[in-house]
């Protein structure tokens, strides 16, 4: 299994970011997907996830209201659109799955995860 993240940058305190996440590898549309930070000294931490077929999501409340997962299973892509970027939301944003269809929150749950990219949000 292998995933692709993409779309990370610097952006203003207030702008908006869409990561991608590319995977291969496997059957796209059987399991679940998940976006994770980590900033600088920090451990990493749960962003968003999704289920198999976008039914279900959940988000971190640092993030509710502002963030958004999506995937297209025709694509083999899951998105993060980051909507009024705040500094404390730098960090290396990692795409995630694990070998299962249902939403996870632990990190030790997610079997694939992504090189990551960097997000890097200015004040």
């Known amino acids: 299994v292998q995933l692709v993240e993409s779309g990370g940058g610097l952006v203003q305190a207030g702008g908006s970011l869409r990561l991608s996440c590319a995977a291969s590898?496997?059957?796209?549309?059987?399991?679940?997907m998940g976006w994770f930070r980590q900033a600088p000294g920090k451990e990493r931490e749960f962003v968003a996830t999704i289920n198999w077929n976008g039914a279900r999501i959940f988000y971190a409340d640092t993030v509710k209201g502002r963030f958004t997962i999506s995937r297209d299973n025709a694509k083999n892509r899951v998105y993060l659109q980051m909507n009024s970027l705040k500094p404390e939301d730098t960090a290396v944003y990692y795409c995630a799955t694990r070998n299962s269809g249902t939403t996870a929150f632990d990190r030790y749950e997610y079997d694939y995860w992504g090189q990551g990219t960097q997000v890097t949000v200015s004040s």
């Open positions: 590898g496997r059957t796209f549309s059987n399991y679940a």
